[in-house]
């Protein structure tokens, strides 16, 4: 008896494979073809924007750009450098990534900034909520937008006003003392080490302090949310990874579930602490206290639901999740800012030495020259600290040539960036405040790439005086950084405390010798700047530091 082995009949299958390649290759097609042609139009119209091609838009000028910088730098750098291969490209300037990125309009002057920032300020790029949402999660005050920002941001700005700040000065001080005792132990044993986290180290204390009134304890010791907070920027993707894995790493979504859970159980407990120390000692002592911004926020948060607080047992929880949101905001930019200027302060006070004389001198006149004393002086007269106006030079110079961040937001149908009569659309695009393109702008600053403090004493008038709005680190308008007097405040008083004792030196070529490579530098600049959740220095910035 014989059998037959049905056969199937392979051809639909293969029929429906080639229609749906098909509809896959005309749906590219049509999709290059929408994003390009905006870009034909936009360059018919004399637009500014690199040479464009059909067929790849921008990727391959990107790409070359890609492959004489290093791969591991902030695309901060990318505006500059596209401008030095041509230099006759006007701001603001229009960028094709498709099908790899957003297309984007970058701006790096503060005229047209301004347009989007401080006049009709756009809404924050979506990336950004995506990128933030696993370190400060959903609802925060930077990716917030319209009623619910606006309440929130009116929350948190007491406890941020300059006079108040100033009655937390002695906690910074105690903070930047133990920064200062760990240099001391690093001056001794004479080692190598990385800068980068020793400053970060120091802010993440004096922000919990600050905000909560919490010893964070990150200088000493470690703490569930100190080593969750690192661990989270750790696996943060920057964007411009080569390796895929590093890009779509299968685990990073349980690395974040994790992590956020240890930051948030940190913080629950710590907001409960301080709500049951409210409630025990009374009205009275507390005036009678200096009282962090979570005190001010609860203050103002209960007032505005018509609260007696007498009358609240607990916190409530919309409170609570918005403040440990906000709290995580907070030591994360606060942290990053702080950390990266001051290493960047040091690193550019050895390589000028005639800076660092002055400093100092201008510390000895207000301190006097018993270093022992410094601390005590701060602490028993705060506003002491308004008389070092070098000192606040030589931090906003700093903040000029290495600014830790920049703003990105959404373009909108019918908003426009007018340039001289010209009219850029925005809807489509994001739009890109570049803040080192506008800080190393031969036009806006005489020298751009020295570090000269005079130019923030010198009379208006003078060449050096800074153009109005060309010194972005901290953004402006309604959406400027909360936090900019915290950065200002704590950068003063551990300058004060430091650096007449300490010569830190920086290490490159020691570090590339025992990492057995070749340095890498961006413009000739070996410390140049990494996306790690803000701008940082590359590799941690390792140092040598000696008593003077």
Same mark, same amino acid.
């Given at each position: 008896?014989?059998?037959?082995?049905?056969?199937?009949?392979?051809?639909?299958?293969?029929?429906?494979?080639?229609?749906?390649?098909?509809?896959?290759?005309?749906?590219?097609?049509?999709?290059?073809?929408?994003?390009? $042609?905006?870009?034909?139009?936009?360059?018919?119209?004399?637009?500014? $924007?690199? *040479?464009?091609?059909? %067929?790849?838009?921008?990727?391959?000028?990107?790409?070359? %750009?890609?492959?004489?910088?290093?791969?591991?730098?902030?695309?901060?750098? /990318?505006?500059?450098?596209?401008?030095?291969?041509?230099?006759?490209?006007?701001?603001?300037?229009?960028?094709?990534?498709?099908?790899?990125?957003?297309?984007?309009?970058?701006?790096?002057?503060?005229?047209?900034?301004?347009?989007?920032?401080?006049?009709?300020?756009?809404?924050?790029?979506?990336?950004? #909520?995506?990128?933030?949402?696993?370190?400060?999660?959903?609802?925060?005050?930077?990716?917030?937008?319209?009623?619910?920002?606006?309440?929130?941001?009116?929350? /948190?700005?007491?406890?941020?006003?300059?006079?108040?700040?100033?009655?937390?000065? *002695?906690?910074?001080?105690?903070?930047?003392?133990?920064?200062?005792?760990?240099?001391?132990?690093?001056?001794?044993?004479?080692?190598?080490?990385?800068?980068?986290?020793?400053?970060?180290?120091?802010?993440?204390?004096?922000?919990?302090?600050?905000?909560?009134?919490?010893?964070?304890?990150?200088?000493?010791?470690?703490?569930?949310?100190?080593?969750?907070?690192?661990?989270?920027?750790?696996?943060?993707?920057?964007?411009?990874?080569?390796?895929?894995?590093?890009?779509?790493?299968?685990?990073?979504?349980?690395?974040?579930?994790?992590?956020?859970?240890?930051?948030?159980?940190?913080?629950?407990?710590?907001?409960?602490?301080?709500?049951?120390?409210?409630?025990?000692?009374?009205?009275?002592? $507390?005036?009678?206290?200096?009282?962090?911004?979570?005190?001010?926020?609860?203050?103002?948060?209960?007032?505005?639901?018509?609260?007696?607080?007498?009358?609240?047992?607990? $916190?409530?929880?919309?409170?609570?999740?918005?403040?440990?949101?906000?709290?995580?905001?907070?030591?994360?930019?606060?942290?990053?800012?702080?950390?990266?200027?001051?290493?960047?302060?040091?690193?550019?006070?050895?390589?000028?030495?005639?800076?660092?004389?002055?400093?100092?001198?201008?510390?000895?006149?207000?301190?006097?020259?018993?270093?022992?004393?410094?601390?005590?002086?701060?602490?028993?007269?705060?506003?002491?600290?308004?008389?070092?106006?070098?000192?606040?030079?030589?931090?906003?110079?700093?903040?000029?040539?290495?600014?830790?961040?920049?703003?990105? #937001?959404?373009?909108?149908?019918?908003?426009?960036?007018?340039?001289?009569?010209?009219?850029?659309?925005?809807?489509?695009?994001?739009?890109?405040?570049?803040?080192?393109?506008?800080?190393?702008?031969?036009?806006?600053? *005489?020298?751009?790439?020295?570090?000269?403090?005079?130019?923030?004493?010198?009379?208006?008038?003078?060449?050096?005086?800074?153009?109005?709005?060309?010194?972005?680190?901290?953004?402006?308008?309604?959406?400027?950084?909360?936090?900019?007097?915290?950065?200002?405040?704590?950068?003063?008083?551990?300058?004060?405390?430091?650096?007449?004792?300490?010569?830190?030196?920086?290490?490159?070529?020691?570090?590339?010798?025992?990492?057995?490579?070749?340095?890498?530098?961006?413009?000739?600049?070996?410390?140049?700047?990494?996306?790690?959740?803000?701008?940082?220095?590359?590799?941690?910035?390792?140092?040598?530091?000696?008593?003077?």
């Amino acid at each position: 008896m014989e059998f037959s082995i049905p056969v199937m009949d392979v051809r639909p299958v293969i029929a429906a494979l080639a229609l749906l390649v098909l509809v896959v290759v005309v749906t590219f097609l049509l999709k290059l073809y929408k994003a390009r $042609m905006l870009f034909v139009q936009l360059q018919r119209q004399g637009l500014s $924007m690199p *040479p464009h091609s059909f %067929l790849f838009g921008h990727l391959r000028i990107v790409n070359d %750009l890609l492959r004489r910088l290093p791969e591991d730098c902030h695309p901060h750098y /990318y505006l500059e450098s596209m401008r030095q291969d041509f230099p006759d490209l006007s701001d603001p300037l229009y960028i094709d990534l498709w099908p790899f990125g957003d297309p984007m309009l970058l701006v790096g002057t503060p005229d047209v900034a301004s347009q989007f920032i401080q006049d009709h300020s756009l809404p924050k790029l979506k990336a950004l #909520r995506v990128y933030l949402e696993p370190l400060v999660g959903e609802k925060n005050l930077v990716t917030m937008e319209g009623k619910e920002w606006k309440t929130w941001r009116g929350i /948190y700005n007491p406890g941020f006003a300059a006079g108040h700040l100033m009655t937390l000065v *002695p906690g910074i001080v105690e903070d930047a003392l133990d920064f200062s005792a760990t240099l001391k132990k690093y001056a001794n044993l004479a080692g190598m080490f990385k800068l980068e986290e020793l400053a970060t180290r120091v802010t993440v204390d004096v922000i919990g302090r600050v905000v909560l009134d919490t010893k964070m304890n990150a200088q000493r010791s470690e703490n569930d949310f100190v080593s969750g907070l690192r661990s989270q920027l750790k696996w943060l993707p920057t964007g411009s990874e080569v390796n895929p894995w590093k890009t779509w790493n299968p685990l990073r979504p349980f690395v974040f579930w994790y992590n956020t859970r240890r930051m948030d159980r940190w913080l629950s407990k710590a907001l409960d602490e301080r709500f049951t120390l409210r409630q025990s000692v009374g009205e009275a002592a $507390m005036l009678k206290r200096s009282k962090p911004i979570i005190d001010h926020a609860l203050d103002t948060y209960l007032l505005g639901q018509g609260l007696d607080e007498k009358s609240v047992r607990s $916190m409530d929880e919309t409170f609570k999740t918005m403040s440990m949101n906000q709290t995580k905001l907070f030591l994360f930019a606060g942290h990053d800012t702080t950390s990266s200027t001051l290493c960047y302060m040091y690193y550019l006070l050895q390589k000028n030495p005639k800076v660092q004389e002055k400093l100092q001198a201008e510390l000895d006149d207000v301190f006097g020259t018993d270093l022992t004393k410094t601390a005590s002086i701060i602490t028993q007269n705060t506003h002491v600290l308004n008389q070092l106006s070098y000192t606040v030079a030589v931090i906003k110079e700093t903040l000029r040539l290495f600014p830790p961040a920049s703003s990105v #937001r959404v373009g909108e149908p019918g908003f426009f960036l007018n340039v001289n009569g010209v009219q850029y659309p925005t809807e489509g695009f994001a739009v890109w405040s570049v803040a080192r393109a506008s800080h190393h702008n031969p036009t806006l600053w *005489p020298e751009p790439e020295a570090f000269i403090p005079e130019r923030w004493l010198v009379p208006e008038g003078d060449p050096l005086y800074p153009v109005k709005g060309a010194f972005r680190p901290f953004e402006f308008g309604p959406r400027n950084c909360i936090g900019q007097e915290v950065v200002m405040l704590e950068s003063r008083i551990i300058v004060a405390l430091t650096v007449r004792e300490f010569i830190v030196e920086p290490s490159y070529a020691e570090f590339d010798r025992r990492m057995g490579r070749v340095s890498k530098t961006v413009n000739g600049e070996r410390a140049y700047q990494v996306l790690f959740g803000s701008a940082k220095p590359v590799d941690g910035m390792p140092c040598l530091v000696r008593m003077r």
